[in-house]
């Protein structure tokens, strides 16, 4: 399969502003169409700096590219597409000016991991959650993006970043409006994408006192000694870039309104992590006070997109005995034993969905846009504010004010 692959890979050098080269891409087109014996639908992946972009897609449509009278021409675009609200929104003017939506596949990668897709299967397919689904029921929603990873060799894209813009934006947001939008009617593409937008544009932005930005020093992660981010190579010396983001956010709808969703994303952090947690209310009454079930919890669903991926459920039960006493079980699918395979990669789903014209696991411009909306305003508090950075040990949970974010009353859960 590989091989065959291989045989059909070819390589033009060029720069991504040279006429040149995007005049030998269609000779190199044409060729292949005529050695299929027929015109092949056509894929553009820009998977180069975002700057590029415009001039790529601006290229294809000089040289004729963009479209053809017989067969199907998409361009898959990494992220990030654009690095605020105004660069996404002048990147989008340039997409649309040469591509219809339709042909575009904006690429979260989070979006191809099975995990994340069962978000779907597991609300949509099952009668009994979708009762329980709303602020009658359910206390709040915790989202965690935790890595243990520092920034590597990444300083030069990461300080411009930032853990906002590099996990938040895209893919906490995600998991977001696929853990709270209505049920789609179907699972055509726009249909699934109309209802996760209407999620996105139901949040306001937070209150910047409802953000904390931090920032991680030297520690220990699994056993190492690690420096601290402003040690790390290229990071320049008084860098403000966070390293981790919490937030409080509410999806202002009937359905949501008064649940506080939690989300906290970090580098260099005690693991990697990545989960949803549905706390739910706690019970109205409790029976058994007298015997001692001072152990008793709220029940919680937690979806763990990775790594030990699955779904668990906690459930108060009495410990065997004379007594009534209640303590926190936990219910547990796990995907390695369900399904004994191995799933494919995000990417592969993705590129593969692209080819086929697929885009349901891909966003649409609507929802990038409703997403830098959010951000935006974050982005501005944290870059005007100039009190010292809270900072965290690398290894740890997090910055203690995370706590005081989530608290008092509840906690994030264990890293
Ligand atoms: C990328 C970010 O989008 O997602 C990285 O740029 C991050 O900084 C990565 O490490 C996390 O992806 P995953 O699939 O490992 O959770």
Redesign the pocket.
């Known amino acids: 399969m590989l091989g065959g692959l291989l045989e059909h890979v070819k390589y033009i050098p060029s720069n991504f502003d040279d006429p040149a080269g995007y005049k030998a891409l269609a000779e190199l087109l044409e060729k292949f169409d005529e050695a299929a014996g027929q015109p092949l639908n056509r894929a553009y992946y820009l998977s180069t700096a975002p700057e590029f972009f415009p001039v790529i897609i601006e290229q294809l449509k000089a040289a004729g590219l963009h479209r053809h009278p017989k067969v199907d021409v998409r361009v898959i675009i990494e ?1 990030p597409f654009g690095h605020d609200l105004a660069s996404a929104r002048s990147l989008q003017r340039v997409v649309s000016g040469v591509f219809r939506e339709r042909q575009v596949f904006r690429i979260d ?1 989070y979006l191809g991991k099975e995990t994340v897709q069962n978000v779907m299967a597991f609300r949509f397919a099952n009668m009994m959650f979708e009762p329980i689904w709303n602020r009658n029921f359910i206390d709040h929603i915790q989202i965690t993006g935790a ?1 243990d990873l520092g920034i590597g060799t990444r300083a030069g894209y990461y300080d411009q970043a930032g853990a906002l813009r ?2 938040v934006q895209n ?1 906490m947001l995600q998991l977001v409006a696929l853990t709270c939008m209505e049920p789609p009617a179907s699972f055509e593409a726009n249909k699934v994408r109309d209802e996760k937008v209407k999620v996105l544009t139901a949040i306001t932005p937070p209150d910047p006192a409802d953000t904390v930005p931090a920032q991680y020093t030297a520690g220990t992660v699994g056993g190492e000694d690690v420096a601290g981010y402003l040690e790390e190579e290229g990071v320049p010396e008084r860098s403000r870039t966070e390293t981790y983001a919490a937030l409080k956010l509410e999806v202002q709808n009937w359905r949501w309104a008064g649940v506080p969703i939690y989300l906290r994303t970090g580098k260099r952090l005690a693991r990697k992590v ?1 989960e949803i947690a549905v706390q739910l209310k706690p019970v109205p009454h409790l029976a058994f006070q007298s015997q001692g079930s001072v152990g008793v919890q709220p029940n919680q669903l937690v979806l763990t997109v ?1 790594p030990n991926e699955g779904v668990s459920l906690s459930l108060g039960a009495k410990i065997p005995g004379s007594r009534m006493r209640i303590r926190p079980v936990n219910m547990e699918f796990l995907y390695g034993s369900a399904f004994m395979s191995q799933s494919p990669e995000a990417y592969e789903r993705l590129i593969m969905d692209a080819m086929r014209g697929d885009a349901t696991l891909f966003t649409r411009n609507d929802e990038v846009d409703a997403q830098w909306s959010i951000i935006d305003p974050i982005l501005e508090a944290w870059h005007s504010a100039d009190g010292p950075l809270p900072n965290y040990e690398s290894g740890t949970a997090g910055p203690a004010n995370a706590d005081a974010l989530i608290g008092p009353g509840r906690d994030w859960r264990k890293l």
Request: glycine content about 0%.
């Open positions: 992220k990668h890595e590099d996990l893919h990545t990775q």
